[in-house]
């Protein structure tokens, strides 16, 4: 069965924490992708991965940055976490052309 | 701009009456649709996918979707909705030979009353 695994279920940070939200896929898969999903927002593409150590910018990078080392594994990463950036953040990875996306179950951040 | 559009925020159902979950989509390119659904505090589960072919899909759960290119839209169908189907719907567009990004709908939360 194909799997998406994010780290945390649920975090709770301070303001002006480093933040680390860690994502693994094991279907050998391209793409990845982070998103943030508010209510009345739907899923906004924050950055997305479609190599190792390639990275592109989504609609809403600011404040975010990402890493990807290894295929398996995207980390989003939130320099400075404010409290404005409390929100479900969702991973997700694709393979190659014409292919759906599998999601992670969600990392629900709460920033204090 | 591609954009998918799903006008419904929220809709209220029955259990065993229809439902219908529209989705529009404004995209340059050939297509591909898909349809998400998210119970709370989850990630998001393929329902369905069109990529070609016949233009009535069948997904897991029972539910269906039409493709229409004439008017831009991917409908999500459940002839007897179950207490178990109140969850978030996305629709989802992405390009044809991309592997790029998908672009989602806002969603339309399901309610369904006893």
């Known amino acids: 069965d194909v799997k998406v695994t994010q780290s945390s279920r649920y975090l709770v940070k301070r303001t002006g924490e480093k933040v680390f939200l860690e994502c693994v896929q094991d279907m050998d898969h391209e793409n990845m992708f982070w998103y943030r999903q508010d209510p009345g927002l739907g899923l906004r593409l924050i950055y997305f991965s479609y190599d190792v150590k390639m990275k592109e910018k989504g609609d809403i990078p600011e404040g975010y940055s990402v890493s990807r080392e290894k295929k398996e594994r995207f980390s989003l990463i939130l320099e400075s976490a404010s409290t404005n950036q409390t929100s479900m953040y969702l991973c997700?990875?694709?393979?190659?052309?014409?292919?759906?996306?599998?999601f992670g179950q969600g990392t629900r951040l709460t920033v204090v | 701009a591609q954009s998918v559009t799903q006008p419904d925020i929220h809709i209220t159902v029955s259990e065993g009456a229809s439902l219908e979950l529209r989705c529009n989509y404004s995209y340059g390119a050939t297509p591909y649709l898909f349809w998400y659904v998210q119970s709370p505090g989850q990630g998001l589960q393929l329902l369905l996918k069109y990529f070609s072919g016949d233009t009535l899909v069948q997904g897991i759960k029972g539910f269906e979707a039409e493709f229409k290119r004439s008017q831009s839209s991917f409908n999500l169908r459940k002839p007897s909705v179950h207490w178990s189907d109140a969850a978030e719907y996305f629709c989802a567009v992405g390009a044809w030979g991309s592997q790029g990004n998908l672009i989602f709908g806002k969603g339309t939360k399901l309610s369904v009353k006893p």
């Open positions: 997700a990875s694709r393979g190659n052309m014409n292919t759906e996306a599998f």
